[in-house]
């Protein structure tokens, strides 16, 4: 019966027995571990880990990259925070240290950041060799750490302190003014007290400083300083602006008026063909010829010494009207006494015999 039953019916359809696959692993697969071991860290960096179909479709946010780090310690500050911030909005690109640790020393490409950089992984590397390890590259953090003790400024907070004291609003903005000061404020690592609140006031306009001074309520924290001091700027700039857009407009309409209304200026006209005759004769003199007369003293209507053009002798001998009255001279004792001595000796003896008659008649 057992035989009976085991026995297949020819009519029944025959039931196709499941088919067998021979599995095999992928080359990649299969040699991976082979790879892995002969990759260096550099060249894991960018490669998807195994086992994760999500890890093969990360798409890294659109950010900017930070900018090669060259070893300038006033630029680290700059360098890290740019760092973080592309890490941070790109965690599941470099999710564990090792991704991190070498996504920052492929920015130190430049300069002394890159002979640090050289000499950083040079020193895993024998220390993995001599303790017969793998290459380690440490942590993350303990990298950051390294780096600020390396190429930090060699005193942050007192050059911080010193700009503060130094600084000017000048032709920036209030507003970069503002950002400027709270970054060396939080360089120097001081709190926000008065002292930082006077550094903050000294930087401003003397102008400004007295609007804000002169509040009811004067500021007493250093926000309340950064707050008044971007309004009372900005009220006035848009204040200057607005006086002179209206003293613009006032020019342009006096301007318009003019146009329209006047006459244009005044002009007066002479009668060139009478010539004034006290008028210096140097018009048709070059200037080298007037200079010469000048200097040598001479006249310029005869040039010669001894008198100007407006008494020339010879420019008065052609002219009809009579020269210029004089005031009679006023003698002195002396000088009448000589006068008259003088002519008496050119008279002959009868007529100075008259003379002294009509004087003593005249009681002379």
Not at 140 to 148: A, D, S, V
Not at 158 to 165: L, P, S
Not at 187 to 214: C, G, H, W
Request: include cysteine; glycine fraction near 4%; charged fraction near 30%.
């Amino acid at each position: 019966m057992e035989l009976l039953s085991q026995s297949k019916n020819p009519l029944d359809p025959e039931t196709p027995s499941p088919p067998t696959f021979q599995t095999f692993a992928p080359p990649e697969m299969a040699t991976f571990s082979e790879k892995a071991n002969s990759e260096s860290p550099f060249e894991r960096t960018n490669r998807p880990a195994l086992g994760s179909s999500a890890a093969s479709t990360i798409t890294r946010k659109k950010l900017k990259t930070p900018t090669p780090y060259s070893g300038k310690r006033e630029d680290l500050r700059k360098f890290l925070q740019e760092i973080k911030i592309y890490l941070l909005a790109n965690a599941d690109a470099y999710p564990n240290d090792l991704d991190k640790i070498l996504f920052v020393l492929s920015y130190m490409s430049e300069g002394d950041a890159n002979s640090w950089k050289e000499e950083f992984f040079d020193s895993a590397e024998q220390t993995s060799a001599q303790a017969g390890t793998t290459l380690a590259l440490g942590t993350y953090k303990n990298l950051i750490t390294e780096i600020e003790k390396d190429f930090s400024p060699y005193d942050a907070p007192k050059d911080a302190i010193y700009e503060m004291r130094e600084m000017k609003l000048g032709k920036a903005s209030i507003e970069e003014h503002v950002s400027k000061f709270k970054m060396l404020v939080t360089k120097s690592k001081l709190a926000k007290n008065d002292a930082v609140s006077e550094y903050f006031r000294e930087t401003l306009p003397v102008p400004l400083q007295t609007k804000i001074m002169s509040l009811p309520t004067p500021p007493t924290t250093l926000d309340e300083w950064y707050k008044w001091a971007v309004q009372l700027q900005n009220n006035y700039i848009r204040m200057q602006s607005a006086i002179s857009k209206a003293r613009g407009n006032h020019a342009t309409t006096n301007a318009n008026n003019k146009k329209t209304n006047d006459k244009g200026p005044r002009r007066f006209y002479f009668d060139h063909s009478q010539k004034d005759p006290n008028a210096m004769d140097v018009d048709a003199m070059s200037t080298q010829e007037r200079d010469d007369i000048m200097r040598k003293g001479l006249c310029f209507f005869c040039k010669k010494p001894g008198h100007i053009s407006k008494f020339c002798p010879d420019k008065n001998q052609g002219r009809s009207s009579p020269p210029p009255s004089q005031a009679p001279k006023k003698w002195k004792g002396k000088e009448l006494h000589a006068h008259i001595k003088a002519l008496v000796a050119q008279m002959e003896s009868d007529d100075v015999n008259e003379f002294f008659d009509e004087s003593s008649k005249e009681g002379f």
